[in-house]
T-cell receptor, first 118, second 114 residues
Framework: NAGVTQTPKFRVLKTGQSMTLLCAQDMNHEYMYWYRQDPGMGLRLIHYSVGEGTTAKGEVPDGYNVSRLKKQNFLLGLESAAPSQTSVYFC?????????????????FGAGTRLSVL | GEDVEQSLFLSVREGDSSVINCTYTDSSSTYLYWYKQEPGAGLQLLTYIFSNMDMKQDQRLTVLLNKKDKHLSLRIADTQTGDSAIYFCAEPMNYGGSQGNLIFGKGTKLSVKP
């Protein structure tokens, strides 16, 4: 049982290049998330998805696009990479839940993608 | 909006107890979470507590919740070098369509000295 798998693990881009980060989960989870982690900033939500075919913006969506064509996959795209997008990117998934604060939202994380934009 | 605050660093000696503190913003009923991130890895859920509880104990881990002060703490008894990691506190958002998504604190880096 692999859980949440992210590819690639490392990548170096030049400014202006594009790339897609892939996240795959094998737990049949409805919800998926993309975060970025920067020193001193903690984890910030980029985009998330509440089910196949749906996506929504998080706290820091600018410069990123996402797609959830299949339930098990959540793709994060950088159309024109900038040095400010140098970060560690984490994907997470969680089971179905009703919206609101009174239900558990246990998220399962991948190992991360370390991206440098020169 | 919501904000989760934690101190950034904590250093303890092996065998001592560690206490990691967190303050959160929304006092409505909810689950609150502690995640652990080991070097070079993703976050793993460590434990959680529902806000109608004051305390939850799980082996070496004790979570204390003070709802009045909106203060959450994680105590690790008999801290080992393997406990060296970054610990994140998280609470769910409470507005709009994002309701239920988690807000993470900046993380407390625990260093355990032998």
């Amino acid at each position: 049982n692999a859980g949440v798998t992210q590819t690639p693990k490392f990548r170096v881009l030049k400014t202006g290049q594009s790339m897609t980060l892939l996240c795959a989960q094998d737990m049949n989870h409805e919800y998926m998330y993309w975060y970025r982690q920067d020193p001193g900033m903690g984890l910030r939500l980029i985009h998330y998805s509440v089910g196949e075919g749906t996506t929504a913006k998080g706290e820091v969506p600018d410069g990123y696009n996402v797609s959830r064509l299949k339930k098990q996959n959540f793709l994060l795209g950088l159309e024109s990479a900038a040095p400010s997008q140098t970060s560690v990117y984490f994907c997470a998934s969680s089971p179905t839940r009703t919206s609101g604060r009174r239900t558990k939202n246990i998220q399962y994380f991948g190992a991360g993608t370390r991206l440098s934009v020169l | 909006g919501e904000d989760v605050e934690q101190s950034l660093f904590l250093s303890v000696r092996e065998g001592d107890s560690s206490v990691i503190n967190c303050t959160y913003t929304d006092s409505s009923s909810t689950y609150l979470y502690w995640y652990k991130q080991e070097p070079g890895a993703g976050l793993q859920l460590l434990t959680y507590i529902f806000s109608n509880m004051d305390m939850k104990q799980d082996q070496r881990l004790t979570v204390l919740l003070n709802k009045k002060d909106k203060h959450l703490s994680l105590r690790i008894a008999d801290t080992q070098t393997g406990d060296s990691a970054i610990y994140f506190c998280a609470e769910p958002m409470n507005y709009g369509g994002s309701q239920g998504n988690l807000i993470f604190g900046k993380g407390t880096k625990l260093s355990v000295k032998p």
